[in-house]
Nanobody, 126 residues
Framework: VQLQASGGGTVQPGGSLRLSCTAS????????IGWFRQAPGKEREAVAI????????YYADSVKGRFTISRDNAKNSVYLQMNNLTLEDTAVYYC????????????????????WGKGTQVTVSS
């Protein structure tokens, strides 16, 4: 399994970015794709996740209403649209893959990760 993330960058507060993740090696419908992030000096936290089978999505409270996760199964890709970014969103974002049998908690959002992609830096700065 490989996860390739892209789309990070620097943006001003209130701005938007879209992250992309291309996944390969999974069997259809046996996995979920999501994003974790890690800010300097903080623990990694789950941000959002989307199911490959039915498209159900879940978000961390800190990003609800601002971030949207979506998928394009034909392209084996998942996207994280991030709007109204704040300084607190500055972090390295990791695309992650988790089998549907792995542990998953909706609230607060958290899940066991089976595969990590390389991180992509998102910096929100004025």
């Amino acid at each position: 399994v490989q996860l390739q993330a892209s789309g990070g960058g620097t943006v001003q507060p209130g701005g938007s970015l879209r992250l992309s993740c291309t996944a390969s090696g999974f069997t259809k419908d046996d996995h979920n794709i999501g994003w974790f992030r890690q800010a300097p000096g903080k623990e990694r936290e789950a941000v959002a996740i989307i199911a490959s089978k039915d498209g159900s999505s879940y978000y961390a409270d800190s990003v609800k209403g601002r971030f949207t996760i979506s998928r394009d199964n034909a392209k084996n890709s998942v996207y994280l649209q991030m709007n109204n970014l704040t300084l607190e969103d500055t972090a390295v974002y990791y695309c992650t893959g988790a089998y549907v049998t792995s542990r998953f908690y909706r609230a607060p959002l958290n899940y066991d990760v089976d595969y990590w992609g390389k991180g992509t830096q998102v910096t929100v700065s004025s």
